[in-house]
Nanobody, 119 residues
């Protein structure tokens, strides 16, 4: 079992910054990749950033150059540093963990944290 708890959301003006945190507990050694997703009201959930077990990162085009995903293994925590925020970034942000491979692959989700960017 794996539990994910998110924090760091809030209200900021366009051009501002926020850092989201995702603290993991439980079967930590089973994690192969961690991701940040976001979902705005009435829209589908979209992948924002990924970090794999070897430290490789990937970003969605709309956030490339503005967001940075990182991890602190000692604290079992993944971060999403968000700079130059835009109103289009407004959404609920979810932490996701992928465990195992193939038949043993499984996804875990955090509760979500609201990010609101005003103009």
């Amino acid at each position: 079992q794996l539990q994910l708890v998110e924090s760091g959301g809030g209200l900021v003006q366009a051009g501002g910054s926020l850092r989201l945190s995702c603290a993991a507990s439980g079967s930590i050694l089973s994690i192969r990749a961690m991701n940040w997703y976001r979902q705005a009201p009435g829209k589908q959930r979209e992948l924002v950033a990924t970090i794999t077990f070897d430290g490789s990162t990937n970003y969605a085009d709309p956030v490339k150059g503005r967001f940075t995903i990182s991890r602190d293994n000692a604290k079992n925590t993944v971060y999403l540093q968000m700079n130059s925020l835009e109103p289009g970034d407004t959404a609920v942000y979810y932490c996701n963990a992928q465990t195992g491979f193939g038949f043993y692959k499984h996804d875990y989700w955090g509760q979500g944290t609201q990010v609101t960017v005003s103009s």
